[in-house]
């Protein structure tokens, strides 16, 4: 029964931290250098540092068939495209404000962040 107690203990510790405390490093976009690749149910990286004023060119690769990975959305700035399979695709980000912008799916199951600073 012990067992049992730590073990439940040590999974809620995991959601905590994985849903609430979890922050996955920001990379810098370097003049159109970074591909984010979508793949396993996540963008890699899933949060991209760019800086502010100054419009950005972002690569994405879609290497997941799931239906869900097709659509790319960043609602604050109204950009919806279509990535294509294994290909890349270059979204034209617009010189941004500095703040944080969410970029998913259409069900919000993939999600990342765009950090302009």
């Known amino acids: 029964m012990l067992f049992i107690n730590i073990a439940g203990i040590a999974l809620i510790a995991l959601i905590v931290w994985w849903f609430w405390l979890y922050k996955p ?3 810098q976009v370097e003049e159109g250098e970074l591909v984010i690749t979508v793949e396993n149910g996540t963008y890699s990286p899933s949060r991209i540092k760019i800086s502010k004023g100054k419009p950005t060119e972002l690569k994405f690769l879609r290497k997941d068939q799931s239906p869900c990975s097709e659509t790319l959305l960043i609602p604050e700035v109204e950009i919806s495209e ?10 034209q980000i617009p010189a ?12 919000q199951m993939y999600r990342g962040k765009i950090v302009v600073g």
């Open 82 to 91: 279509t990535l294509p399979s294994n290909k890349l695709k270059p979204i």
């Open 25 to 27: 490093a920001e990379r």
């Open 96 to 107: 941004l404000e500095p703040g944080e912008y969410d970029f998913h799916c259409q069900m």
